[in-house]
């Protein structure tokens, strides 16, 4: 039987055991925890998600709706179990943590063909193949080994994880349920600010105590999850204008948008736990605690999760491999998630999904199939191997794809629907005409 090593249980890890197994290999999967704890995790589990509870919008006509369409085409696996794992958000495929992290760890565990050995790997001295998915969080000594094996250091960012509070201890009476421009069911409390409420919020947001970052680390913030505080020192308005914009959320008491609106979104199916919705931050916990109970509504809130921050790497994919995140100096030696320069939790399933595909064409010694440019995982890949000069990490976008005719005054959704039905039938295409690297998944238990 094939062989194959991968190191971290994380979403991406978990994605690649889970194809690889159901092909055939017997895979060993090496996760640290709970041996070597992060300063972002808070259990054991498998695919734990430690930031927003959100997968994004399933609507066609975006961006992340059109990835995950596309990663079912595919035969993605963990997208099953987070529909299995939903709660109410509106047309985002929001989900509970636990449930889902404990669906994965479930069926991970219990395939015959995966071994899942809890220690830290330490070096990239490993059989092949193999796939380095660790993550954000990778550990000091492999980080250290990637950065020797590199020739240079990594290139990173911040991310900052907001805020979650006990859903029973906000007021409901101070906002409205409601869905931004009314796509999808009301299912993010809204909490309207006036203009005075929302400069005291500003102000309070400039003059709080925040965990400063270590003298040699340089702060290199995601633009797409920017920390409140960075929002605000870009100008007064910013803020209102980014994770507080309040267009498409009229009030239904006054039938007008409000100056600002806080939106908070259930992070579990009961709705005990709600998170601030681009609320992200890295003020010391005290501060956190003082600025959440001024809110409207809050002012007997109790907080179950303060916002963190934490270093995220990941490396420079252009330099360092070749289609498909296969490392030119170590042929057989792979990258899967977020250290491969893709950006979001769907972005880093599919990114295991396409090294999964690869690993199994080279098993069977045939080429890996290249993916449809059309499609949105082929514009993304042809993205993160695109030599650039600042290599940044990317989200799915419909700016990384190949212009679908003349615009002309068609609606930007029109357009979008446009480009996304060619990508879909491009990807069925794909998945057609190379069926031999999709056989069908083994049947296990259901643990949602």
Same mark, same amino acid.
């Not at 794909?430 to 259901?446: C, G, I």
């Given at each position: 039987?094939?062989?194959?090593?991968?190191?971290?249980?994380?979403?991406?890890?978990?994605?690649a055991a889970?194809q690889?197994?159901?092909?055939?290999f017997?895979?060993?999967?090496c996760e640290?925890?709970?041996?070597?704890?992060?300063?972002?995790h808070?259990?054991?589990?498998?695919?734990?998600?430690?930031?927003?509870?959100?997968?994004? +919008?399933t609507?066609?006509d975006?961006?992340s709706? *059109?990835?995950?369409?596309?990663?079912?085409?595919?035969?993605?696996?963990?997208?099953?179990?987070?529909?299995?794992?939903?709660?109410?958000?509106?047309h985002?495929l929001?989900?509970?943590?636990e449930?889902? &992290?404990?669906?994965?760890?479930a069926?991970i565990?219990?395939h015959?063909?995966?071994? $899942?050995?809890?220690?830290?790997?330490? &070096?990239l001295?490993?059989?092949?193949?193999?796939?380095?998915?660790?993550?954000?969080?990778?550990? /000091?000594?492999?980080?250290?080994?990637? $950065?020797?094996?590199c020739?240079?250091?990594?290139?990173?960012?911040?991310d900052a994880?907001?805020?979650?509070v %006990?859903?029973? &201890?906000?007021?409901?009476? $101070?906002?409205y349920?409601?869905?931004?421009y009314?796509?999808?069911?009301a /299912?993010?409390?809204?909490?309207?600010?006036?203009?005075?409420?929302y400069?005291? *919020?500003?102000?309070f947001?400039r003059?709080?105590?925040?965990?400063q !970052?270590?003298?040699?680390?340089?702060?290199?913030?995601?633009?797409?999850c920017?920390?409140?505080?960075?929002l605000v020192?870009?100008?007064e308005d910013?803020?209102?204008?980014?994770?507080?914009k309040?267009?498409?959320?009229? %009030?239904?008491?006054?039938g007008r948008?409000?100056?600002?609106?806080?939106?908070l979104?259930?992070?579990?199916?009961?709705? !005990?736990l709600?998170?601030?919705v681009?609320?992200?931050?890295r003020m010391?916990?005290?501060?956190?605690?003082?600025l959440?109970?001024?809110?409207?509504?809050?002012?007997d809130?109790?907080?179950?999760?303060?916002?963190?921050?934490?270093?995220?790497i990941?490396?420079?994919i252009?330099?360092?491999?070749?289609?498909?995140?296969?490392?030119?100096a170590?042929?057989?030696?792979?990258?899967?998630?977020?250290?491969?320069? $893709?950006?979001?939790y769907v972005?880093?399933?599919?990114?295991a999904?396409?090294?999964a595909l690869s690993?199994?064409?080279?098993?069977?010694?045939?080429?890996?199939p290249?993916?449809?440019?059309?499609?949105?995982?082929?514009?993304l890949?042809?993205?993160?191997?695109t030599?650039r000069?600042?290599?940044?990490?990317?989200?799915?976008?419909?700016?990384?794809?190949?212009?679908?005719?003349?615009?002309?005054?068609r609606?930007?959704?029109?357009r979008?629907?446009?480009? !996304?039905?060619?990508?879909l039938?491009?990807?069925?295409s794909?998945?057609?005409e190379n069926?031999?690297?999709?056989?069908a998944?083994q +049947?296990?238990?259901?643990f949602?």
């Amino acid at each position: 039987m094939r062989e194959v090593t991968i190191v971290g249980g994380g979403l991406a890890g978990c994605e690649a055991a889970w194809q690889l197994a159901d092909r055939g290999f017997r895979v060993r999967l090496c996760e640290m925890r709970p041996e070597t704890p992060t300063g972002a995790h808070k259990t054991d589990r498998l695919a734990e998600i430690v930031c927003s509870n959100s997968f994004k +919008s399933t609507l066609l006509d975006t961006a992340s709706g *059109l990835l995950k369409a596309e990663m079912e085409v595919l035969g993605c696996r963990l997208l099953g179990v987070a529909r299995d794992s939903a709660v109410p958000a509106g047309h985002a495929l929001g989900i509970d943590r636990e449930l889902f &992290s404990g669906g994965v760890t479930a069926r991970i565990e219990t395939h015959p063909n995966i071994r $899942v050995e809890r220690t830290r790997i330490d &070096s990239l001295d490993l059989p092949t193949p193999a796939i380095i998915a660790t993550g954000p969080l990778t550990g /000091d000594a492999l980080s250290a080994a990637l $950065v020797a094996h590199c020739t240079r250091d990594h290139l990173y960012f911040y991310d900052a994880i907001a805020p979650s509070v %006990d859903g029973d &201890s906000v007021d409901p009476s $101070v906002g409205y349920w409601a869905s931004r421009y009314g796509k999808g069911d009301a /299912d993010y409390l809204n909490i309207p600010f006036d203009k005075e409420q929302y400069q005291k *919020l500003v102000e309070f947001v400039r003059g709080a105590e925040y965990v400063q !970052s270590h003298a040699f680390e340089e702060e290199k913030y995601f633009e797409a999850c920017l920390p409140i505080e960075v929002l605000v020192a870009r100008g007064e308005d910013t803020l209102r204008f980014g994770p507080m914009k309040p267009r498409g959320l009229p %009030d239904p008491r006054t039938g007008r948008d409000p100056y600002a609106v806080l939106q908070l979104r259930k992070e579990s199916r009961e709705g !005990s736990l709600m998170g601030l919705v681009g609320f992200q931050t890295r003020m010391t916990w005290a501060c956190q605690k003082e600025l959440l109970r001024m809110l409207p509504g809050c002012s007997d809130v109790s907080v179950l999760r303060f916002g963190t921050i934490h270093r995220n790497i990941f490396l420079d994919i252009p330099s360092l491999c070749a289609p498909y995140l296969q490392d030119r100096a170590r042929p057989g030696l792979h990258y899967a998630g977020q250290i491969s320069g $893709v950006e979001g939790y769907v972005e880093s399933i599919m990114s295991a999904i396409v090294v999964a595909l690869s690993i199994t064409a080279a098993a069977e010694g045939r080429p890996m199939p290249p993916i449809p440019r059309a499609t949105m995982i082929g514009s993304l890949m042809d993205y993160v191997h695109t030599p650039r000069k600042n290599f940044q990490p990317m989200n799915a976008n419909f700016g990384l794809m190949p212009t679908q005719g003349n615009g002309g005054r068609r609606s930007r959704k029109v357009r979008h629907d446009e480009v !996304s039905t060619a990508a879909l039938a491009a990807m069925e295409s794909y998945r057609a005409e190379n069926d031999w690297l999709f056989p069908a998944p083994q +049947s296990l238990p259901n643990f949602a």
